[in-house]
């Protein structure tokens, strides 16, 4: 099996020579593997490259190459997108350049990948064995967390045994994808090559520990954040667009009902739970045949489970809403209606995870036993069905 290790750069020379001594060790006794860095850096990295593929030219290392881009286009995804393309092997592992990834797991990914018949092999922070340590502080972790979260909210099916469609390490088989299709920006490539297409690639995973960076500085920053949620929204808005819809008109006739009821003399308070129990209801019944539709029969719950789990969750959420409301109200002498529109959008997230992460979950399937090539039955792939909503045009 052929190898070519992909690593896109930014200003990570004082990494590059102990990430290729590694590597070196990592694919010995790999026939045709090699190296690709994909370099956006602005200060000596390149030299720093050249430098360290001149010395393995010399010692008959693994063969380390490079494309240095002048222009950035698309940020990292898009130095992935372009170093898969120079790909010549059967499959490419992606990493980052910083040593958080750890070299040596990089035969392990690809091996996994080709014994089991996968397309993308995926290693995991999340799954047992796995370990997020590496991210700076208790808020990276967190952000790193909700993330993940949110993504799998979005794409229910496509990332049903994904725990770390984030990762920036994984494995993938060249010939399962259509570069062509995949729209980089920013800097999650994994989710846009596990979203973005029209079957459902085969993909397993493998823990690995996130180690602490060996040197240069993060990259992560508020504007960083903001493209993933960009990136998101340029995927697939789909189930989120249908649930907002819903949500939105919901929050419509909500504010109507708590307007009409307050106007003919009742109290704000006996008016805002009237018209949560009108709005939940309604909305419930609009999910199940326009949201989630596709997820019916898939998850652990019948009708009236999911029924129960989502008036109680709904429920809890509008009695705390409405006690907000209530303080608000009291302690700032805002008008009901406003207050209640601002608290309702905030909610509108909260709800959306939690239908799409525990009422409409779709169980995982069984993982595939190593030398065994995976099942695909009729209009499923391995994460599920690839259905019209879980594809991104």
């Not at 940020?75 to 997108?81: D, I, K, Q, Y």
């Not at 994994?190 to 520990?209: C, H, Y």
């Amino acid at each position: 099996m052929s190898i070519t290790v992909v690593v896109p750069t930014f200003n990570e020379g004082p990494n590059v020579a102990e990430l290729v001594r590694r590597l070196d060790e990592a694919l010995e006794g790999t026939p045709g593997a090699s190296v690709l860095f994909v370099d956006d850096s602005r200060d000596d990295t390149p030299s720093v490259i050249e430098r360290v593929a001149a010395e393995q030219a010399a010692s008959g290392g693994v063969p380390v190459r490079m494309i240095h881009r002048e222009v950035a286009d698309g940020g990292l995804s898009g130095a992935v997108v372009e170093g898969l393309r120079a790909v010549g092997t059967e499959w490419a592992v992606v990493m980052d350049g910083d040593l958080q990834h750890p070299p040596e797991l990089a035969t392990v990914l690809a091996t996994r990948g080709r014994e089991a018949g996968l397309d993308v092999v995926v290693a995991s922070r999340y799954i047992g064995g796995g370990d997020a340590g590496g991210l700076d502080g208790h808020w990276r972790r967190a952000v790193s967390t909700v993330s993940a979260l949110l993504a799998r909210s979005m794409f229910p099916l496509r990332l049903r045994n994904v725990t770390d469609p984030l990762t920036g390490f994984f494995a993938v088989r060249l010939g399962a994808l259509d570069l062509d299709a995949l729209r980089p920006r920013g800097f999650k490539i994994l989710l846009e090559i596990l979203a973005r297409g029209k079957r459902a690639l085969a993909v397993g995973e493998e823990p690995f520990v996130f180690g602490e960076r060996h040197g240069g500085s993060s990259k992560a920053t508020l504007r960083m954040g903001l493209r993933y949620l960009e990136q998101l929204a340029s995927l697939r808005f789909g189930r989120m667009s249908r649930f907002a819809i819903i949500g939105g008109m919901g929050a419509v006739w909500n504010v109507l009902i708590l307007w009409a009821l307050t106007v003919l003399g009742m109290h704000y308070l006996g008016a805002a739970v009237i018209a949560a129990a009108v709005t939940i209801s309604v909305n419930f019944a609009l999910q199940e045949r326009f949201v989630f539709r596709d997820l019916l029969g898939q998850g652990r719950f019948g009708f009236w489970s999911r029924l129960a789990h989502s008036v109680t969750f709904n429920g809890t959420e509008a009695v705390v809403r409405t006690a907000v409301l209530g303080l608000i109200v009291e302690l700032s002498g805002f008008w009901a209606v406003p207050v209640q529109g601002a608290l309702l959008a905030v909610a509108f997230l909260l709800r959306f995870v939690f239908h799409s992460q525990w009422v409409y979950r779709p169980r995982r399937t069984a993982p595939p036993r190593l030398g065994d090539a995976l099942p695909t039955p009729p209009g499923h792939g391995v994460l599920g069905a690839a259905s019209t909503d879980e594809r991104v045009q």
